[in-house]
């Protein structure tokens, strides 16, 4: 049941796995009603890139047959856990989760085809499917701190976080020398110096000090009041916007050794939160500031830049040169094609990795590999919901010399359908 490309994989995945399938790609209350009625059929798939639509089919068929098996495809975690606790004979996956760990390992590293969690830690998977270790990403992690605090992407943390710099310089400035000038003590002199930097009064022990130091504490205050400005107005503009990245922390922007994610869709916000666990730092773009995944994950603080991810001017801030990859994952792939090129216009070395899977694109696989690394999105989850079907009990999904392998409890196999378009 379910209309698209991702049905019609699915439905392909199971004829390749010798299943006999009847396909509703408009289903409607009486169809779904005569086909569960007619007990010809061993179970019932609803797989849809939306939640609602398999979330009402699963209840429908739950509701004419309270012993036939379901398979749907649902994203929200939330949803799917109600959905397997109020649905018996239900078994719920998603897209996201299953093509998230092959994205990954290919975001990682070109010999990577896919990632997995083993009891202690993350793993990669090399091209004959052998458990590898990722590559280290710890060495260089405080040196890209450091980059993400002095060079912060918006403007408003640079104004706040260099502000902050000038007024404390200021104030150590004429602290010391007011000690050393003028032979205060410790104390009075930080205390005429902060009153002279909170503008509450002057240093009135300046006025009794040389000329060349009076010229020095009139450059000092010209500067303090650009500092103070700079510092207010970024202040003021973090508080009042609903901003989406930060200078420190996990919301900073990344500036080396990073993944840039344009599109935070289903698989774009997966694909960000498996990175993030591998301790790989990331950076999505996406188009909506107020789309629902974005508030997911401003609430998961991970950081977001809103714009185009084609717009070569977003991506010059995003420091491409220095990152370990970049994955164009949107839900089109018109717009993962021009995300692609985009970057690569902007630095011909980096790594892509390109999300295919929606319309007549996806049949030009081949040649979208001259852009950069394809992952055909659909099929891959079509292969796992088929061995889900098939009562195979896939555990992943990985690519060998161009097919999908399935894991299951007896190790790998590969599944008998080619990627290749």
Known sequence: MGGG???????????????????????????????????????????????????????LVRHLDPELPLVVTIFDPAIARQVEQAIPHCEVT?????????????????NIVAIRRTESRWVGLDESL????????????????????????????????????????????EWIGSMIVLEQSAIDALYGSTKSLATVGPN???????????????????????????????????LVDSSLTGLIGRRAVPRRDHVVVVGLGQVGLR?????????VPVVA???????????????????????????PA????????RARSLAAVTPLDL?????????RAADDDLRVILRAGDGEVADETQSLEQIGHVVDVHRLGAVFIAGLVLGRGPEAVAVRDGRPHLLQASGWEEYPLSLAR
């Open 204 to 238: 009135s022990a300046v006025d009794d000090g040389p000329k060349w130091f009076k010229g020095a504490i009139v450059a000092s205050m010209v500067l303090t009041l650009l500092s103070a400005a700079c510092f207010t107005g970024g202040l003021i503009n973090r």
């Open 271 to 279: 694909l960000c939160l498996l990175l993030r666990s591998c301790g």
């Open 314 to 321: 977003v991506l010059r801030r995003l420091s491409l040169a």
């Open 94 to 110: 998603s897209i996201a989760d299953i093509v998230a760990p092959v994205l990954a390992g290919q975001c990682l590293d070109s």
């Open 130 to 173: 052998e458990e590898v270790a990722l590559p280290k990403l710890k060495a260089r992690r405080a040196r890209a701190v450091i980059e993400a605090v002095f060079a912060p992407y918006d403007r408003s943390s640079g104004l706040l976080f260099y502000g902050a710099i000038g007024l404390a310089t200021m104030l150590l400035f």
């Open 5 to 59: 490309d991702l049905a019609k994989e699915v439905v392909q995945a199971l004829e390749a796995g010798g299943a006999s399938v009847d396909w509703l790609d408009e289903p409607d209350d009486e169809g779904v009603r005569a086909a569960v009625e007619s007990g010809r059929f061993d179970v019932a798939c609803a797989a849809s890139r939306e939640d609602a639509f398999p979330l009402r089919m699963a209840l």
């Open 335 to 343: 717009n993962n094609i021009e995300a692609a090129m985009a970057a």
């Open 285 to 311: 773009v996406d188009t909506e500031a107020e789309g629902e995944n974005v508030g997911f994950a401003k609430r998961a603080r991970l950081p977001v830049v809103i714009g185009r991810g084609a717009n």
